[in-house]
């Protein structure tokens, strides 16, 4: 009677320690996912930053319309 007594109390502590282990392997997992996401996420935005510091065209060619335009007044302006 004892004998099944340990053995059940053994069997119950090996359990406890496997759902143990197993819960601390899912928090393992869920940190490294974490962490995947916040770099992936990182590395998303280091690249959207890039791609807003490129100017686009339509910018560019504002700005050389408008360099254009200024100096062209410029040198209409003391003609008149």
């Known amino acids: 009677?004892?004998?099944?007594?340990?053995?059940?109390?053994?069997?119950?502590s090996v359990n406890q320690s496997l759902?143990?282990?197993?819960r601390q392997y899912d928090r393992n997992i869920l940190a490294t996912e974490a962490t995947f996401e916040d770099r992936?996420?990182?590395?998303q935005s280091n690249i959207n930053e890039a791609y807003n510091?490129?100017?686009?065209?339509?910018?560019?060619?504002?700005?050389?319309g408008a360099s254009g335009f200024n100096t062209y007044t410029g040198l209409t302006a003391g003609l008149g």
Request: charged share 25%.
């Open 19 to 22: 759902e143990s282990f197993r």
């Open 40 to 43: 992936r996420n990182q590395l």
């Open 1 to 12: 009677m004892d004998t099944e007594r340990q053995g059940a109390n053994y069997r119950e």
């Open 53 to 64: 510091a490129i100017p686009s065209l339509a910018q560019t060619l504002l700005g050389i």
